[in-house]
């Protein structure tokens, strides 16, 4: 296992991407430290900025683990394209986490910045604080979202969460912003409590589940129908009533947007077009 | 300064020099008979190919179109980046690089000369301020002249020398190299909302055919001695069944060609090499195409290959990129240049698995193997409309080996790959050959007498590169020769080197050659122009034209025009 301790309070964006349990494998702790690192612009090695510890536990196992143990919200790009391992981040940390991540879990007890879990293909990512804008998102201009694997914020997300997804599973215990599953193609996003609005603006496909509150509904999505429960994924169905929109019809499409029907009595003008 | 490279196996088509072992000799930027040998700067070049600067005929790499694509694709640039290096600059862009990086990574691949075709007139100054921004080339740009308003009404008039005057004055305003005829008629039709579907076809309000315009424009070319031939992007551009729009634009100027000089040259021609009647019936029209080409000598091509990777198509054609857009759904840029033109920008991903992309691919290479006369047809991505111009070493190595197009032919759509005509085409091509597409040739077509060749007088533009044609096989080891030709040993621009094994040495500038045509009745800027620039153009005509200072290395062609 390999400890990361920041020395010092980044004053400048550092461009994390060697932190990774791929490159660290096989590597010497003196081989960890002397990975190169941009700090501005400024080419650094890994050991100036990062106190480098590596504690034996004993367990021959193939996985690497790495933790980071302080404040690296300047830091970005950490566990980009990463394929197994797992890199445990005890403090806030910076954009681009797990950008087109392939697989292994990353896990952060701390809040993350913007673009986290952008553009990835497999693997895990659980949030214990709050999320940036753009989660899953892929970057701007781009239309490569989200193709696999599943991302937990146990916080709160902000605008844009999923736009572009096409696979995988983004659950978000706490309320989102605004343009969930903007241009979504495929792939569920779950949001227990509220959201800001335009939820599923342009989707085609797909599916959002709301167990909040959204204060209205798009007027290019139609109800469909009132359901008893929905499932977002393998063992996790939830339960209560939801409407069914579909839409967005301004894309000629029906993906799926739920809403619970508890939260939102406002919705129930709705009702008579069943 | 002077040069002296020894010993390579020298490929000068126009000089026909087949792979002999010779020296070169260089002195101030000029290749001469010999220089001081104890004096010279001496260049090892035993066991390796030795050609003259690469020239590319047609790539989209400057002015407001190509800057509106770079403005549309952030997510082209965050992966493609260059550093900065104390010599060169930073830069960033994958289909569509910045300036600084286009003339690097040309430069790396041995290429020294480059023509920018279909500048809007009106949008003249930006294209020149980006050309000046693109170091280590020689370049030149085609303004678009085939839906120019006062094209369109003196040929309705049938004043063909009237015309004449008009490109004349243009091309010397614009700093302008050839004239560029981008779907001819279609563009003002497509002001309404239209587009013409055939050659015969009517263009509203003024009343002409696109066989009337380019017949016109190619009397006018040949009125004035322009070196270029014109440079035709044809209607019904990359519409399924358009091969036969192809074969007609190439009949209609049949007549016109006098003696050795081609009267038209057909650009991207894969793009207009379709045939069938739909999307899901589309095949290869290369085979009629150059059926043709091979019993005219009037016509001269270029490929248009396609790449499967992703990129950023930009023409000139506004309803073709309108189209595009609603066949792929992706974002776009589509934009009416007043009087002259318009244009159009669409995202592209050209996939293997997809029929009709791999069709295309197909075609692009049928094109270049199935036309007999290597003089005929050019090697060009249309970059970036077929793919990004770093791939021309691929492209070469498709040319060169059997084997290597069987390994791509493998991994294609299994339906194109059957109607595909590469597997019974055994033809591969020697380095003469492949200098004569990639250099020679483009050189001979554009009229540029000190390119594209080594003989004595020419400028010294030479690319080295590593190989040895004595001892490889370039139809086995067919990823050594695109290796060689990715980074060339050296490339020479104007008897300095400025970049060695793929690093850029120094940065220099690279002129910008234009036209000075020199008409015996120059156009008078009477009140009357200068009135229809303020109700037609949204600037004034004082400035309009591009001065002769606004050229950082300005290179002035003079041309005496029968007119």
Known sequence: MINLHPLKEFRVPVIGECINPDIFQGKTREGIAGLTIWEGNKQKKLGELFKVEEISTGQQTERTTVAIHGDVSKVRRIGLCMTNGEIAIHGDVGMHLGEEMEGGKISVHGNVGRWAGSMMNGGTIEIHGNAGDYLGAPYRGSSKGMRGGKIIVHGNAGNEAGAYMRRGVIKIYGTAGQFVGLRMHNGTIYVQKGCEGRAGACMTGGKIVVGGFLESVLPTFTIESVKKKVKIEEDDTVEGAFYLFLGDLAENSKGKLYVLKEKNPHLSCYERLL | ?563
């Open chain 2, 1 to 563: 300064m002077e040069l002296l490279i020894k010993n390579g196996f020298i490929y000068d088509p126009i000089n026909g020099v087949d792979g002999e072992k010779m020296d070169i000799a260089i002195r101030d930027g000029k290749i001469v008979e010999k220089v001081n040998e104890s004096k010279a700067l001496k260049i090892d070049a035993s066991g390796m190919i030795v050609m003259p600067g690469g020239v590319d005929i047609h790539c989209h790499i400057a002015g407001s179109e190509v800057n509106t694509g770079r403005l549309l694709r952030p997510e082209d640039h965050f992966k493609d980046f260059e550093r900065k290096t104390p010599k060169t600059r930073s830069g960033v862009g994958y289909s569509v690089p910045s300036t600084f990086t286009t003339g690097y990574r040309y430069a790396k691949m041995g290429y020294t000369t480059i023509m920018n075709p279909s500048m809007p007139p009106l949008e003249a100054k930006h294209t020149h301020e980006e050309l000046n921004d693109t170091p280590m080339l020689d370049k030149a740009t085609y303004p678009l002249l085939g839906d120019w308003w006062f094209v369109l009404e003196y040929l309705k008039d049938g004043k063909i020398e009237e015309c004449a005057r008009y490109v004349a004055w243009m091309m010397t305003t614009t700093k302008g190299y050839a004239i560029k005829i981008v779907n001819p008629g279609g563009l003002e039709a497509w002001g309404s909302g239209r587009n013409v579907s055939n050659i015969d076809d009517q263009v509203p309000y003024f009343g002409i055919t696109p066989r009337e315009i380019l017949r016109g424009l190619c009397k006018v070319n040949k009125l004035l001695n322009l070196p270029h031939t014109i440079h035709v992007h044809t209607n019904n551009l990359g519409k399924p069944g358009n091969y036969l729009t192809a074969l007609d634009t190439m009949r209609c100027v049949e007549d016109l060609a006098s003696g050795e000089k081609p009267a038209i040259h057909i650009t991207h021609c894969q793009f207009c090499a379709f045939k069938g009647s739909d999307w899901r019936t589309v095949k290869s029209g290369a085979e009629e195409i150059a059926k043709y080409v091979n019993n005219h000598s009037h016509v001269t091509l270029d490929m248009g290959q396609v790449i499967f990777t992703d990129t950023t198509t930009m023409t000139a054609d506004g309803p073709f990129q309108y189209g595009l857009h609603e066949l792929s759904g992706n974002k776009w840029v589509n934009h009416d240049v007043e009087t002259e033109t318009s244009s159009g920008i669409v995202p592209f991903r050209y996939r293997r698995k997809s029929y009709v992309h791999a069709i295309q691919w197909s075609t692009g290479l049928e094109l270049a193997l199935l036309v007999k006369d290597p003089w005929r047809i050019f090697m060009t991505t249309d970059h970036p409309n077929g793919g990004p111009f770093i791939y021309y070493p691929r492209i070469i190595a498709w040319f060169m080996s059997r084997k290597a197009r069987q390994a791509v032919l493998k991994k294609i759509n299994p339906r194109a790959e059957s109607r595909s005509l590469l597997p019974s085409t055994d033809r591969e091509l020697s380095f003469y050959e492949i200098a004569i597409m990639t250099r020679a040739g483009q050189a001979k077509a554009l009229g540029l007498k000190d390119k594209g060749h080594l003989g004595v007088g020419a400028d010294a533009d030479v690319a080295i590169y590593g190989i040895n044609p004595e001892n490889i096989d370039p139809s086995k080891k067919h990823k050594t020769v695109r290796r060689a030709f990715e980074n060339a040993a050296y490339t020479i621009k104007g008897g300095k080197v400025v970049a060695k094994n793929g690093e850029i040495l120094r940065h220099v500038e690279g002129a910008t050659m234009w036209l000075d045509v020199q008409v015996s009745e120059p156009i008078k800027i009477t009140e009357k122009m200068r009135r229809r620039f303020r109700e037609y153009w949204t600037v004034e005509y004082d400035n309009y034209p591009v001065t002769e200072n606004y050229l950082e290395v300005s290179h002035p062609i003079t041309i005496k025009a029968d007119v």
